[in-house]
């Protein structure tokens, strides 16, 4: 069955770097998530995208954030200068479609910012 | 503006026993709705999803669940919990009349079901 993919599992980076978490959707799906998830509390919506660009983004999504399709089939996530507080779960998620409404979930990267 | 509430953020149970976790939305429209299962250091898997079709939806593992619109709920049950249904169990909505596409989720804080022998 297809399904997303995600890189790194896991990262530790130390305050003020980037990061850039990696994401390959599942093929001929056009619409793509990121959500996260901070230790013990529930998953939030952070930005979709569709068409190259941005169609929704939630207030934590701020100018240290970005996202990028680089090259057809990647889906990245950009934080510029990382924070304490940037510590969570990040999944990505893609849905076409042929997916009946269904959004599919990778199986996260978790950031731990030192 | 929609939201998702799950009541207990914890709930244990019996191998054998039954297994209710509770949810319930709010929506200006009728929802999409969707039960997720998170095992421990993984991901979100889907168990099932309400989109307007049949009020009694079936999913994965033996779950099911019965959109009541009048109770604007949507509770995930299984006649019979296994050790293996351990897990942290997320209701969430969207919104289908989103003009955009394909809309986000608004996930609930989730609820941990603990079995125990």
């Known amino acids: 069955e297809p399904e997303v993919t995600q890189t790194p599992s896991h990262q530790v980076t130390q305050m003020g770097q980037e990061v850039i978490l990696r994401c390959v959707p599942i093929s001929n799906h056009l619409y793509f998530y990121w959500y996260r998830q901070i230790l013990g509390q529930k998953v939030e919506f952070l930005v979709s995208?569709?068409?190259?660009?941005?169609?929704?983004k939630s207030e934590i999504f701020d100018d240290q954030f970005s996202v990028e399709r680089p090259d057809g089939s990647n889906f990245t996530l950009k934080i510029r200068s990382t924070k304490l507080e940037d510590s969570a779960m990040y999944f990505c998620?893609?849905?076409?479609?042929?997916?009946?409404?269904?959004?599919?979930f990778g199986e996260g990267s978790w950031l731990t910012v030192v | 503006a929609q939201s998702v509430t799950q009541l207990g953020s914890h709930v244990s149970v019996s191998e054998g026993a039954l297994v209710l976790l509770r949810c319930n939305y709010s929506?200006?429209?009728?929802?999409?709705l969707f039960w997720y299962v998170q095992y421990p250091n993984q991901g979100l898997q889907l168990l099932l999803k309400?989109?307007?079709?049949?009020?009694l939806v079936k999913g994965i593992n033996g779950f099911e669940a019965e959109f009541k619109k009048s109770e604007t709920s949507f509770h995930l049950t299984k006649p019979s919990a296994h050790m293996s249904d351990a897990a942290e169990y997320f209701c969430?909505?969207?919104?289908?009349?989103?003009?955009?596409?394909?809309?986000?989720?608004?996930f609930g804080a989730g609820t941990r079901l603990a079995v125990h022998p």
């Open positions: 309400y989109t307007s079709a049949a009020t």
């Open positions: 995208f569709y068409n190259n660009e941005i169609s929704e």
């Open positions: 929506s200006s429209v009728p929802p999409y």
């Open positions: 998620a893609s849905t076409g479609q042929l997916s009946g409404n269904t959004i599919y």
């Open positions: 969430a909505v969207s919104d289908p009349m989103f003009s955009g596409g394909y809309n986000k989720l608004i």
